[in-house]
């Protein structure tokens, strides 16, 4: 059963950074793009940024391009997520989710993405 473990989240003051880990297990992780996401309070989840299986190139949504890092290590089952220059905006709760086997990021999420973590919580104080 593939699962995804989130972690790194915390409470930050605008302009701070963390780095978000995402653990995966229960499948071979080398296969899938991999996605995070985040979920404000009282809105929809969205689309952050993508990271492709065979060609790592990095995708991200406008408003956290320039800012935020995605990479991924194979080896460790993981994706990180380096957020600098942190907004109150940016708060919410991350999730990370896979692709759909044998696609491509679809822009700056994967597609289909599906197994779903249970996030972890980024507050920024302004």
């Known amino acids: 059963q593939a699962q995804f473990v989130e972690s790194g989240g915390g409470l930050v003051q605008a302009g701070g950074s963390l780095n978000l880990s995402c653990v995966a297990s229960g499948f071979t992780m080398d296969h899938y793009a991999i996605g995070w996401f985040r979920q404000a309070p009282g809105k929809e989840r969205e689309g952050v940024s993508c990271i492709g299986q065979s060609d790592p190139r990095p995708f991200y949504a406008d408003s956290v391009r320039g800012r935020f890092t995605i990479s991924r290590d194979n080896a460790k089952k993981t994706v990180y997520l380096q957020m600098n220059s942190l907004k109150s905006e940016d708060t919410a709760v991350y999730y990370c989710?896979?692709?759909?086997?044998?696609?491509?990021?679809?822009?700056?999420?994967?597609?289909?993405?599906?197994?779903w973590g249970q996030g972890t919580q980024v507050t920024v104080s302004s």
């Open positions: 989710a896979r692709g759909r086997l044998g696609y491509y990021c679809s822009g700056y999420v994967p597609y289909e993405p599906t197994d």
